[in-house]
């Protein structure tokens, strides 16, 4: 038995699946999940000392690779002035500014602590804004585990075959209504069928929790023109897409304007940090401005706050990692392709900028039932024989594939050499 064996059968004991976060269970891939000891740059390595190249990055906040210089020296500075002060600090006000400065059409942001808590904080403010009850959602998108968006939900929610979840009450939900993505006529509808009663579309503008599929040309310029009709307040879940796409995130790489953008991990250089931002005639129907209520002693949190700023700053500065985590995310993406034809295995491979995923089918991945119809047999499979090779990849085939800028040619030709021996493996 190895050490992820040992601490997986204490924790089965004290924790529910013996984790914290149901898709580290590695259940949809039938293995033992492996405990992490540490992780630096592109590696992380398990409890034996055993290094793998890591595409989780931790669910995406990792865009620098694991435990950079500058992010970790913030920190320790920051510690070294205390952890928590439930009061408000000039590093907050820094990285509102920041976040202002570099995100299209925001003025104002409230930072919370991860992005389940942003999206369900901007779905109170979108209510409380527009007075509506309805919100509409696209089947297979995640936006984090609160009670009305736990409906026809992604990532691991799918993988584990409960896309909406047991004590969530039928009153909460019916408000909930659900599109499909990349298909406007679907929310059209929707939006006929409750006149002047949805408060906000949400959308994460490149699906990545029932792996990656990117928007359809005109999606979401649709979606904006029907809000714009409806009076609906237009959001974006960017806790995948903020920072990443591109500096701007979404709106600035699809020159598409949100009315409420939410951030999650990212923003906190992968401590726990999320936000929600807006206008100021939004943002200030906010607590203590207007009537819409949300708080949080850790909100704001100043080691949380220097590690994000470290890691926006960084990202402003060094905006030149954009286009070549794009040319090493196409490099592989191709490599996978060419690796999959060769060995006569039908594989889709969807890549948006930094994020991508391989479908185990034999039709383009475009929408949500495409993603389902993926051989989830044969992600496990493909999944295992990564990792035996030192490559680990997201343990679920609805999450998403992340580079980052630490990932090297090294690690990318090892990566594509041992794809090519594991999708080799499928049909052997
Ligand atoms: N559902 C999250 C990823 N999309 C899980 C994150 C985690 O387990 O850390």
């Known amino acids: 038995m190895d050490q992820s064996e040992l601490l997986y059968g204490r924790a089965v004991k004290v924790m529910p699946g013996g984790v914290n976060s149901p898709v580290r269970a590695y259940r949809s891939v039938n293995m033992c999940p492996r405990f992490i000891a540490r992780a630096h740059g592109p590696f992380v390595y398990d409890e034996d000392g055993r290094r ?5 990055c931790s669910w995406g906040p990792m865009i620098l690779g694991h435990n950079h210089p500058v992010i970790r020296e913030a920190v320790e500075k920051a510690v070294k002035d205390g ?3 439930g009061a408000p600090t000039k590093r907050e006000v820094e990285m509102a500014e920041l976040m202002v400065e570099l995100v299209p059409n ?5 930072m919370v602590n991860s992005g389940t808590e942003a999206v369900m904080s901007a779905i109170r403010l979108a209510r409380g804004a527009t007075g509506r009850d309805k919100i509409i959602k696209f089947e297979g998108c995640y936006h984090g585990h609160s009670d009305c968006l736990l409906v026809n939900a992604g990532s691991s929610a799918l993988a584990g075959g409960h896309p909406s979840s047991a004590g969530v009450p039928e009153d909460i939900v019916k408000h909930t209504l659900t599109a499909q993505f990349n298909d406007l006529a679907s929310v059209e509808a929707l939006l006929d069928a409750w006149p002047g009663q949805v408060a906000a579309v949400i959308v994460e503008p490149v ?3 029932m792996g990656v599929v990117g928007p359809a040309p005109g999606f979401l310029e649709g979606l904006r023109r029907l809000c714009d009709q409806s009076g609906a307040l237009l959001i974006f879940d960017e806790v995948i897409t903020g920072f990443r796409l591109a500096l701007g995130g979404a709106q600035a790489y699809y020159g598409v304007k949100a009315d409420l953008v939410t951030f999650g991990k990212i923003i906190g250089g992968g401590m726990p940090v999320g936000a929600y931002c807006g206008s100021r005639a939004l943002m200030e129907q906010v607590a203590p401005c207007g009537p ?3 708080a949080g002693t850790l909100s704001g949190n100043p080691v949380a706050m220097a590690a994000g700023l470290a890691q926006l700053t960084y990202l402003r500065d060094h905006q030149e990692i954009y286009p070549e985590l794009n040319r090493k995310a196409v490099w592989l993406a191709g490599e996978l392709r060419r690796s999959a034809e060769k060995h006569g295995v039908s594989v889709a491979v969807n890549q948006v900028e930094s994020v991508l995923s391989p479908f185990f089918v034999p039709t383009e991945v475009t929408r949500f039932t495409d993603a389902k119809g993926s051989d989830l047999q044969r992600y496990a499979q493909y999944f295992a024989g990564m990792l035996r090779r030192g490559v680990a990849l997201a343990p679920a085939q609805f999450e998403a594939m992340f580079l980052s800028a630490a990932h090297t040619e090294a690690e990318l ?3 594509a050499q041992a794809a090519d021996q ?3 493996e499928l049909v052997s």
């Open 292 to 294: 819409v209520y949300q």
């Open 52 to 56: 793998y190249i890591d595409y989780v």
């Open 207 to 209: 699906a990545a929790n």
């Open 422 to 424: 594991a999708l080799a």
């Open 413 to 415: 030709e090892e990566t």
């Open 83 to 85: 952890l928590s002060f």
């Open 106 to 110: 925001i003025e104002m942001v409230r």
